[in-house]
């Protein structure tokens, strides 16, 4: 696994209204289909606001958090299930 945190591409559904949800990620060079988003939630630093994604791909559950600022999306956590 990569250190935790590095950008990861994220493919995603928009819609509708402000409405974002995952899809699949890449780790590694190995692509994770989503099969459960389980939590969402928002926070925001400074001006900054941060979407996080509790999915898990049947193997584990992960959190993605999307930087709404800049567009770009991290992996922050990675528990075994």
């Known amino acids: 696994m990569p250190p935790l945190s590095?950008?990861?591409?994220?493919?995603v559904v928009f819609g509708p209204?402000?409405?974002i949800r995952p899809v699949w990620f890449d780790v590694?060079?190995?692509q994770h289909t989503i099969c459960r988003i389980t939590n969402s939630w928002q926070d925001k630093k400074g001006e900054t606001v941060?979407?996080?994604?509790?999915?898990?791909?049947?193997?584990a559950l992960y959190e993605?958090?999307?930087?709404?600022?800049?567009?770009?999306?991290?992996?922050?956590?990675?528990?075994?299930?």
């Open 28 to 30: 590694n060079r190995k």
């Open 50 to 59: 941060f979407m996080h994604f509790h999915v898990t791909d049947d193997g």
């Open 64 to 81: 993605l958090v999307y930087n709404m600022t800049n567009a770009t999306w991290k992996l922050k956590q990675i528990e075994a299930l």
């Open 6 to 11: 590095n950008e990861i591409r994220v493919a």
């Open 17 to 19: 209204g402000t409405k």
